[in-house]
């Protein structure tokens, strides 16, 4: 990745994670107004806090996350479409 | 639960609570406008102050909390649907 | 009680007060858009000041309060009717 | 006065003051849309700082001050109406 | 002045200046909107600062000033229509 | 100057710049809802940070800036008009 | 560039990116609502904390940037067309 996130954003690649129901048969999640879940292609700095200092982001690349639908900005770089969002817009990171 | 929350934020099952009327009989809550009860799942670090400091959370893994009817965002893991929120979207913790 | 309120917020149970006019003759507050009277039954450990310390509420359990009619949310526990807000949502302590 | 105001609150009795023109001669103040003078009943022990230390207040009991007639909240004690409000909606003080 | 405003307050007598034009003939300014000008008749103590010191008015009684037509509060005070407002309100001292 | 502006306002006077066309023609700016250049009359002593600090001003009297058309109030002093404004309405200093 | 931005404000020049898609044909982005890329030509010393001290710009001149496409305000200097805005409306530096 190419792109360097200022201050507290990241760059995510969305994913279209398949999901298992109670029943173990996988459905594509299709029509739900849900949260997104991606993943961490690069990290910015981090932002300051009121005093000056800066206030380490708390994911890594690599990391899958959770984020709202509609946080963020789209961003294509050499032809690969990426949201941009500060880490605040991140819900949760998907343990393994 | 393989989701680690970040910042403040709580995941939260959702349970319908059974109440008790003054005579005694239990009633099934209905069509009321009340604060939800859940049981927390995940618990993320805690936000940070302005200064920089990190606010532990307050909650734990499996304290029953009451929360706003329409707080927070429905995220589905495995097949289970659960609502991540804000720690400070939690009202109080239902004691044993 | 068994609501354990969190950051600062209070739990407070309605009372409905008797006036008593100028000339001694006790009367039922009707149809006014008063302030409401309550007695606070359960209090939060204090919410946090900007730099992270708690800032100890100024009310306890047992106390007689004057709140906006309109402040905090409606909670009912084990078939009683109670209101849970923040203590910056009470005006005063009624004295005795 | 049996209130005792929370925070930077102040219970306020409302007075109507009677203006005296320049040429000598008492009027009534009747239709104008002018800040209202009132005397200071009950004063809350003051706000806290951002970094938690209590702001005392700079108005005492007794004290007349003029304060906008749009603030506060009515209130009534034992059939008498007073406002209560925040210090910060007090303009000044009416010195004697 | 029998008014000793709060905070950050002060009181302004408003003054009807002539202005002089490029040509040197005195013309009144009728019709424009345009900033006031008056003189600060009562100061605050100051306001505090978000850790709770006081910050000392940089005007004082005398100071010619300029203030937003729409700024303040109007108060008559033994007849004498005067304007009450924020030092911040105020755009600049008038020097002599 | 008569004029001595309060925190970190400045007093500038507006100059109608000359454009140099690359072809290097100089077009008068006519119609375009361009920021505005002017040079700094006066200078505020600064604004007060939240810890209660004078933040000293990074323009001068003399200096040559760039603002938005529409920040500021006008105001008239001796016949010349000027724009007042906080200092973080300018966008930038132009270098000789 | 003979401007000089004032506090955490940036002069970008707008570029126009080829994009190249995944099957390595250049495409020009026409009709799309995507962030801008643009080159620093000028930064300011950085914003003051809110304790007063500065914070330093994490961009510097020469640096690919992308940014809002509806953030700052156009500029022309010397026939040339700029934005100017805020270091915080960039979103990320363009890696080499």
Chains 1, 2, 3, 4, 5, 6, 7 share one sequence.
Do not use: F, N, W
């Not at 969305?14 to 107004?33: F, H, N, Q, R, S």
Request: no cysteine.
């Amino acid at each position: 990745m190419k792109l360097k996130p200022l201050e507290d954003r990241v760059v995510v690649k969305a994913v279209a994670p398949m999901e298992k129901t109670k029943g173990g048969i996988y459905l594509p999640d299709t029509a739900k107004e849900k949260p997104q879940e991606g993943e961490i292609i690069a990290v910015g700095p981090g932002k300051h806090s009121s005093t000056g200092d800066i206030i380490k982001p708390a994911v890594k690349k690599g990391d899958r996350v959770i984020y709202g639908k509609y946080s963020g900005t789209e961003i294509s770089v050499e032809g690969e479409e990426y949201m941009i969002m500060r880490e605040s817009d991140l819900y949760a990171i998907v343990g393994k």
